[in-house]
């Protein structure tokens, strides 16, 4: 519980620290004798870590929280899929289903980022910043690799295990009866089909 605490409480110092400093900038920019703000550390931090251009708070991106451009995402969803070996419609979809492109979502379970990894899953999975987008999505895409690997490639079962766990796939043999967990299932599964042009 400890983990989840810290997990979300230094998600909320971040973005406060940003807001804060993007208050800072304006404000400077506002003045006609204050010089041109630079890069802030915090967004040359972003651009390294997660391949995002690097952030400039006055071009018009600044937002309340650490979201991004949904087609900058949807690069890397598709650079984090190439690197597990796994469908980006499929990848995209669990991104949109689980975290709806939000890079700084937290669940009150405690579950992290795009693709809401819970801590301990993050760091099974060599994630040492579940915040950081680039990390999380690969991350995410890991799981749901091996999640493919364990169910013979049956998409409808890795996902159903990813909501609702491998053990409940197992024990039901096939989606667990949880409406939940259907839901989850169906919903992703549309979003798949209309990516892939089926019907």
């Known amino acids: ?20 400093r993007v208050k ?15 890069p802030t550390p915090l967004a040359g931090a972003i651009g390294k870590s997660s391949g995002f251009a690097p952030f400039d708070p006055l071009s018009g991106q600044a937002t309340t929280s650490l979201s991004r451009p949904k087609e900058q995402l949807q690069a890397m969803i598709r650079e984090a ?10 990848l995209e979809s669990l991104v949109s289903a689980e975290s709806d492109f939000d890079p700084s979502c937290v669940s009150n ?19 040492s910043d579940p915040m950081d ?10 799981y749901l690799a091996g999640l493919l690997q364990r169910f013979n490639g049956d998409e409808r079962l890795a996902l159903a295990a990813y909501n609702a766990g491998p053990g409940a796939v197992n024990r039901f043999g096939g989606v667990p009866p949880y409406k939940e967990t259907q839901n989850y299932v169906d919903r992703v599964m549309a979003r798949v089909r209309s990516l892939r042009g089926e019907p």
Not at 2 to 15: A, D, M, N, P, T
Not at 25 to 34: C, D, V
Not at 81 to 90: E, F, I, R, T, Y
């Open 133 to 142: 987008p680039a990390q999380n999505l690969l991350g995410g895409a890991k």
């Open 24 to 38: 800072s900038i304006q404000g400077r920019a506002e003045s006609p004798t204050a010089p041109a703000p630079g």
């Open 1 to 20: 519980m400890s983990i989840q605490l810290k997990g979300y409480e230094g998600s909320l110092r971040r973005v406060e620290e940003l807001m804060s």
């Open 109 to 127: 379970k405690g579950a992290l980022g795009l693709t809401q990894l819970m801590p301990s899953t993050a760091r099974s999975l060599g994630v």
């Open 81 to 90: 899929a190439g690197k597990a070996g796994v469908d980006p419609s499929l």
